[in-house]
């Protein structure tokens, strides 16, 4: 079983500055790193090949740097890396990107097989989850997003079972193979790499394609030139005031706190009460 | 089944990565490991990096590294509780190839370097903690790390795993260090805008200070304060002893809030953010610390064999150098295939042939001498501040009266006798 992995090198949220003037990410002030989700979506796809056989192929779009992210993938174990990069797909929003991705995509499936795609929930620098979908609605394949785990996969019968997070539980959904999974953190720990991946890792040089390496590329739905969106404005979240601290005694504050309570029942007479 | 190299270098710091680069460039199979996230991730020092030794390195260096500002101006500051004593050199011809010293972050120049060594062919792997040597017949033959099937051979494993070095430690070529052999450095990159730092330094873009700080900086505590410039930033920070500060039950941070706060420094540092706080232990044990350097198999280098001038602030450098030393002992002896201790044994001779063999000899005693006579610190800069407070306040006292005074002063602790052999100490310490 061929497995596909769509990988994304974002900038660690974790630590990136927001420049006070425009309301950007200023993408200097943080080191690049693997999209986390796409990582619990590499080791899964390396734990389906221990099963399954066949080889984990990880693809992404992405300036030359971005060759650290998929060797970031081979040290989970991915086989092979593919990376499409060119000028003329920067700027793409995720029609464009979603596009692009399925354009390599095609190539690969051609040359090789491919008979699942995975994709991390959404990448932490934009948070849209879009990319995915797109993926999956232009290879007309089932898109089954925040899967939490891969109940079975019946390669004979051309179908598996997953576990997908929904708002309040979680559904079974089987699918027909091939099919595109966005997975959740939940489906899986990352393990450590051993040693011999890393070593690999270090010297592994991905397959990098520009847009003259791909077939039948409409140009025009690449980039900045293929991206209907627009960004109307961009503002940081405004802060919460500041809590209300009720001290004195223990009976004092409960009385408070009570007192509270019935004033703005609105708050907590969610269920069950009267509103 | 597990690879071999020729060399596996345990540490991307100054001396691992010197090592990698010079062998690599040789032609050798190079691995080398580093335990943080990236070179550089978990490295400390001050922030001055030297010239020369990295020169033979990568000659031009400056071209192409992520300096910050060369050193054109090198200050001395003597503080008591609200005074100082200064002396400076400034030299513009410092501010030009091939310039003298530079302010690095570690963060970044760490990262250069090690890239450098991977342009040389050698292998580098993050995040892979070298957990012990693999010996069997009594010669080292790889290490053993962290990960699964963790194993990897070499003909030669160079330990340049930092100051505590777990490694040599395990060979036993060292006991665990003294607190009197380590000495524990806190500092804080504050962010200032460069044109802020040109003004109150009084330098141009492209031009940086150092500034040695002596005294009151520590508490009396053996030991120094720094600040130096960077491009937007300034290195602020202390070193002690190790026992110093248990003796006097200081807290790291406590001693670096001291410095930051007080009156002659303040000025300097007012209005900056902080943008890292580093700590880290320094070998300052000097030439009677120095460990076992070479075994069968095995050669040790830069902070894990206690290469720090700790009079002069010297590290980096020497680390840099014993790095390329062990490389190209290593060379040599790939020629003739022997790898044992008895070959690799020119490594030691040749470091102590060399700059650093010659310094640390040169002030085997001085860190002693001093940490066992603390009035050098505690009791002397005040009396050299009260000094020049006497001599240089008007108030109509006749001047030679005041240099009795000052006399009286200076010896009445100690005595005339007590002050000459205090004197005599310090400048048999350093000679």
């Given at each position: 079983m061929n497995i596909l992995v769509c990988i994304k090198q974002v900038p660690d949220t974790k630590i990136i500055k927001v420049n006070p003037k425009t309301n950007t990410l200023d993408r200097s002030s943080a080191p690049a790193i693997l999209n986390p989700y796409d990582a619990h979506a590499v080791e899964e796809a390396v734990?389906?090949?221990?099963?399954?056989?066949?080889?984990?192929?990880?693809?992404?779009?992405?300036?030359?740097?971005?060759?650290?992210?998929?060797?970031?993938?081979?040290?989970?174990?991915?086989?092979?890396?593919?990376?499409?990069?060119?000028?003329?797909?920067?700027?793409?929003?995720?029609?464009?990107?979603?596009?692009?991705?399925?354009?390599?995509?095609?190539?690969?499936?051609?040359?090789?097989?491919?008979?699942?795609?995975?994709?991390?929930?959404?990448?932490?620098?934009?948070?849209?989850?879009?990319?995915?979908?797109?993926?999956?609605?232009?290879?007309?394949?089932p898109p089954l997003t925040n899967v939490i785990k891969v109940e079975e996969v019946d390669l004979e019968g051309g179908k598996l079972k997953v576990r997908r997070k929904i708002e309040n539980g979680y559904e079974l959904i089987q699918s027909s193979l091939p099919c595109l999974l966005t997975v959740e953190k939940e489906i899986n720990e990352v393990a450590y790499s051993p040693l011999p991946n890393m070593l690999r890792?270090?010297?592994?040089?991905?397959?990098?394609?520009?847009?003259?390496?791909?077939?039948?590329?409409?140009?025009?739905?690449?980039?900045?030139?293929?991206?209907?969106?627009?960004?109307?404005?961009?503002?940081?979240?405004?802060?919460?005031?500041?809590?209300?601290?009720?001290?004195?005694?223990?009976?004092?504050?409960?009385?408070?706190?009570?007192?509270?309570?019935?004033?703005k029942r609105e708050l907590f007479g969610v269920k069950g009460g009267e509103k | 089944m597990s690879e071999k190299f020729d060399v596996i270098v345990v540490g991307a710091g100054p001396a691992g990565t010197s090592c990698a680069?010079?062998?690599?460039?040789?032609?050798?199979?190079?691995?080398?490991?580093?335990?943080g996230e990236y070179p550089g991730a978990k490295n400390v020092m001050g922030g001055i990096l030297y010239r020369k030794q990295l020169e033979e390195i990568i000659p031009e260096f400056w071209k192409e590294a992520p300096i910050e500002r060369p050193v054109v101006e090198q200050r001395f500051w003597f503080l008591d509780k609200e005074s100082m004593?200064?002396?400076?050199?400034?030299?513009?011809?410092?501010?030009?190839?091939?310039?003298?010293?530079?302010?690095?972050?570690?963060?970044?120049f760490d990262k250069w370097f090690a890239n450098k060594a991977v342009e040389q062919g050698a292998l580098l792997i993050n995040e892979t903690v070298a957990t012990e040597c693999i010996v069997e017949d009594g010669k080292v033959v790889g290490v053993r790390t962290d990960r699964p099937d963790g194993e990897v051979y070499a003909d030669v494993v160079v330990l340049a795993d930092g100051v505590n070095s777990l490694l040599a430690k395990q060979l036993g070529f060292h006991k665990e260090w003294k607190p009197n052999e380590v000495a524990l450095t806190v500092m804080e990159v504050l962010k200032l805008p460069s044109k802020t730092i040109n003004e109150r330094f009084n330098v141009k873009d492209g031009q940086g200070v150092s500034v040695e700080i002596f005294g009151d900086a520590t508490h009396g505590i053996l030991g120094t304060g720094f600040l130096y410039t960077n491009k937007d930033s300034v290195n602020i920070g202390v070193g002690t002893t190790l026992s110093g500060m248990m003796k006097k039950k200081l807290k790291p941070y406590e001693l670096l809030e001291h410095v930051?706060?007080?009156?002659?420094?303040?000025?300097?540092?007012?209005?900056?953010?902080?943008?890292?706080?580093?700590?880290?232990?320094?070998?300052?044990?000097?030439?009677?610390?120095?460990?076992?350097?070479?075994?069968?198999?095995?050669?040790?280098?830069?902070?894990?064999?206690?290469?720090?001038?700790a009079i002069h602030r010297e590290g980096s450098n020497m680390a840099m150098s014993s790095g390329k030393i062990a490389a190209e002992t290593i060379v040599k002896a790939k020629e003739t295939g022997d790898f044992s201790e008895r070959t690799l044994d020119s490594y030691r001779t040749e470091i102590y042939d060399s700059f650093i063999g010659k310094d640390l000899k040169k002030y085997k005693d001085a860190a002693h001498t001093f940490e066992e006579n603390p009035q050098y610190f505690q009791e002397y800069v005040p009396l050299m501040n009260q000094a020049m407070n006497t001599f240089f306040t008007v108030d109509g006292t006749p001047k030679w009266e005041k240099q009795k005074k000052i006399i009286a002063k200076m010896t009445a602790g100690r005595g005339k006798i007590g002050l000459a052999k205090d004197m005599y100490k310090a400048w048999k310490a350093v000679k």
């Open positions: 734990r389906l090949r221990e099963i399954h056989g066949g080889k984990v192929i990880v693809l992404s779009m992405g300036p030359p740097q971005a060759r650290n992210a998929i060797r970031k993938c081979v040290e989970i174990g991915a086989d092979e890396g593919y990376l499409i990069s060119d000028r003329r797909f920067a700027g793409a929003d995720t029609l464009a990107t979603s596009y692009a991705l399925f354009k390599a995509i095609e190539k690969l499936q051609h040359e090789q097989g491919i008979d699942l795609v995975l994709c991390g929930k959404h990448a932490i620098d934009g948070d849209t989850g879009q990319v995915g979908p797109g993926i999956a609605r232009r290879m007309e394949i890792a270090a010297r592994y040089e991905p397959t990098v394609w520009t847009v003259d390496d791909l077939d039948d590329v409409d140009i025009k739905q690449l980039g900045l030139k293929g991206s209907p969106t627009i960004v109307g404005k961009m503002w940081p979240p405004e802060k919460s005031s500041g809590a209300e601290m009720i001290e004195g005694e223990a009976k004092e504050q409960v009385e408070k706190l009570l007192a509270i309570t019935l004033e | 680069y010079t062998a690599a460039k040789n032609g050798l199979k190079v691995l080398l490991i580093e335990r004593i200064t002396t400076s050199y400034k030299g513009l011809e410092w501010a030009k190839e091939p310039y003298n010293n530079f302010t690095v972050l570690r963060a970044k930051k706060q007080h009156p002659m420094i303040q000025p300097y540092i007012e209005g900056s953010e902080t943008q890292e706080y580093l700590a880290h232990l320094i070998p300052e044990g000097g030439f009677n610390s120095v460990p076992k350097l070479v075994g069968n198999g095995v050669i040790v280098t830069g902070d894990a064999a206690q290469f720090v001038n």
